[in-house]
């Protein structure tokens, strides 16, 4: 019965930023890895950023230096600060997780949340 819910997209005009925010909801007993994967129209879903429980984290060599995800651990929450932002970045971005409930351990992912980068 896990949910993770995004919000933070919108327009916005290149050099700007946006701060997404997902939380994760449910029968969670632990969340190992909390991260943001972004989508462009016809292109591959790819990895932007991944924080694991002990907190280290990896980014997408195209993000480095402009994203900063953070993790909440208190609210299930993940952040994703975008900074700069460039038309490249324009995409659908999905919140992930790697969860255990009562019955499994599963991948779990948002409904994803817009994010367009232009004048």
């Known amino acids: 019965q896990v949910q993770l819910v995004e919000s933070g997209g919108g327009l916005v005009q290149p050099g700007g930023s946006l701060r997404l925010s997902c939380a994760a909801s449910g029968s969670i007993f632990s969340i190992y890895a909390m991260g943001w994967y972004r989508q462009a129209p016809g292109k591959q879903r790819e990895l932007v950023a991944r924080?694991?429980?002990?907190?280290?984290?990896n980014y997408a060599d195209s993000v480095k230096g402009r994203f900063t995800i953070s993790r909440d651990n208190a609210k299930n929450t993940v952040y994703l600060q975008m900074n700069s932002l460039k038309p490249e970045d324009t995409a659908v971005y999905y919140c992930n997780a790697l969860i255990t409930t009562t019955t499994m351990t599963d991948d779990y992912w948002g409904q994803g949340t817009g994010v367009t980068v232009s004048s």
């Open positions: 924080i694991i429980k002990d907190g280290t984290t």
